[in-house]
């Protein structure tokens, strides 16, 4: 598939030296076809393909801003292969300004590799990766925290023991982080990464800010994460930034509050924290700290915690605590 | 003093509820907390969260309350920290069960629905207690203002009382407003009936910022000064900006919004505010102020989704210390 020239994504018809635009049909509405917008450009010499998608989860919007910076500068003159910008992997989750799909209030980054003969969600889920597995010879998905959590600037695979989770592994060394989620969690079973891996296609995601605000770092982040991996895939000239060590991490452990209230961190993204460490206090309305979620493991990676004052029922997400092994 | 669940004596601090609705099973009710001064004097009404999303006011208030201390004050602070339950809840800016702005239905209506019973306990019960009202706001998830002081401009006593406790509110930005969409809101509502009322806005854009809850604390405490009930003199600047006629502007392409200035800018007419982006990263519209030289006292966050329609900008025009 490596010298794939005339590739389809939906109505967007890869050219050799091209940029090409289209949409891909995810689904429908009761009155006309839910369709995200898709931008091809490709080199003029042959080459692999990459896939980048954002939001997947629709407040998600930095890697979609990024996207758009990066088809700006891209010359095909100097590329080989091509880089398929798929903007909004969920439509409807973008329009509705929500993390899971509106009509059936599903993640779906859950239920990969969804069904064509299924739910709502799980029809875009097998659009998405079938057309993705047709053409694609690396995926990257780009993530945030969104609205209510804050995320570290990190890249995020599948870690087995397969060529296409080793071909990941150097991907996400290429994204311009040297923080590196190598995932063994189960819960990330049904997300489009690890589906794709297992299949032998090369997939990971790229995490950074959310916390409601998409400043120019993060854009520039997620741009740079585009770029080193299409340098490491031969796609771009020159070389992805690589760091002497990188931060790892295999497994997290998701921390919930028991209790409501105002939630205040006391960590950063990106810290680094011992078993037991207080990750922020729980602030009821007469001002009493309520609860102090702790790390349940350490030392652990903050991967992800909710954002300053973010109101919170029992059992919302606080944080991920990724496990630390090697740093 | 009694109100809600309480009854308060002097040198008193309590907490309890205000009954503003019913769910179909139980009441919904405010958190509520009196503090009441040993010595007599004027009774002030805070509330925050009247839009769910604007936390930071109520994060203000509850580090206000923090430093209050009953033995020091003279008269009484009615703190209702969640103005709109259901709306704090369901974490949006309309009421959840009828999708009403409840800012805009004062006086509100016992009889009347849900947004209109929730705004008649409010109005009824701060008109029946407080001397003067407090009500804090933000541009809540999606909109980002500067922190400034609101007041509705009459003409009359009680509007120049509000006016004197807005330039004690620990900012140099007054809205001196006779904006008629401001109509159905409580502090026009309670400027009416005689006793005067300031809007307090401050951050936003989804964020909560320490300096933000120390902005909405320092307000309530210098218009707390300026009312006696705290010891000290009121923070004075020696140069207010003063504005009113706000014109909002809306966008009529969806994308994303890329901002060209900052909340809290002093604009000339027809400069850029913004540009929506469509997703083949072109500008679609750009979008300029109507007013000038006008003060931006909203704008959505950076790279915001939005559709067509969308409020894009208050620009209030300033007539007063540019």
Redesign the interface.
Known sequence: MAAARNFRIGSALARPGKRV?GELVLGHYPDAPIAT?V?IVSGTRPGPVLWVQGCIH??E??G??AM??L??RLDPRRMRGSIACI??ANPTA??G?SRNTPVDTTNLNRVFPGAADGTHSQQNAHVLIETAASVADAVLDLHSGG?RSRVPYYGLYWAENSDASREAGRLARACGTRDIWASIDDWLGGAMFTVLTKRGIPSLIVECGG?????EAH?ANFVAAMTGVAQSMGILPGRPKRFARYRVFDESALIYSRKGG?FRPLVEPGDIVEKGHVLGEI?D???KVVERPRASIGPSYIASIR?????VYSGDQIAECNRVIAS | MRIGTLSVRPGQRRSGQLVLGHYPDGPIVAPLTVVRGKRPGKTLWIQGCLHGQEVGGTVGLIRFLERLDPARIEGAVIAVKLANPLAFRGYARNTPIDGINLNRVFPGDAAGYHSQQVAHALMSTAIGHADALVDLHSGGESHIVPFYALYRDDGSAASREAGRLARAAATADIWASRDAWLDGALLTHFTLRGKPAVIVECGGGGGVSEQQVANFAGALEGMARALGILPGRPPRRARYRVMDQALLVYNRKGGLFRPAVEPGAVVRKGQALGAMLDFDGRVVETLVSPNGPAYVAALPRRYMALHSGALIAETIRIVEGG
Request: avoid cysteine.
């Open positions: 635009e917008k931008t629709g407040p919007v930095g979609v801003v758009l910076r088809l700006e903007m909004l973008f329009r300004y609205d916390g409601g605000q998409v400043p854009v105002l602030v309305l007469s001002g954002r300053p004052w973010m109101p």
